[in-house]
């Protein structure tokens, strides 16, 4: 069993940032992706970022240019740097392990985005 654990969400006015991070029990190299997910209140799971296991990134259209994925594989660790925070950003954010045959998820760490 793979747990994630997430942390690093909290209150924010518009215009910050918010790093969130997202550990994993197991090595993330053994996972074909890591992913980051958000859900406001309402609306259903959304995309925002993916990192491969080979490094390369991509990003849901809402937060290209604002949220940047990256990971420290010795410390099997998750990040996601978020800046120029909207108060649309606000919702809670997941950590998704990807591989072949079933996926992990996080708790979720929630974050809030003020005007």
């Known amino acids: 069993q793979v747990q994630l654990v997430e942390s690093g969400g909290g209150w924010v006015q518009a215009g910050g940032s918010l790093r969130l991070s997202c550990a994993s029990s197991?090595?993330?190299?053994?996972?074909?992706?890591m992913e980051w997910y958000r859900q406001a209140p309402g609306s259903q799971h959304e995309l925002v970022a993916t990192?491969?296991?080979?490094?390369?990134?991509k990003y849901g259209g809402s937060v290209k240019g604002r949220f940047t994925i990256s990971r420290d594989i010795d410390k099997n660790t998750v990040y996601l740097q978020m800046t120029d925070l909207k108060p649309e950003d606000t919702a809670d954010y997941y950590c998704?392990?990807?591989?072949?045959?079933?996926?992990?998820w996080g708790q979720g760490t929630r974050v809030t985005v003020s005007s």
């Open positions: 197991r090595a993330i190299v053994e996972f074909s992706s």
């Open positions: 998704r392990a990807v591989q072949r045959v079933g996926n992990y």
């Open positions: 990192i491969t296991i080979v490094g390369s990134t």
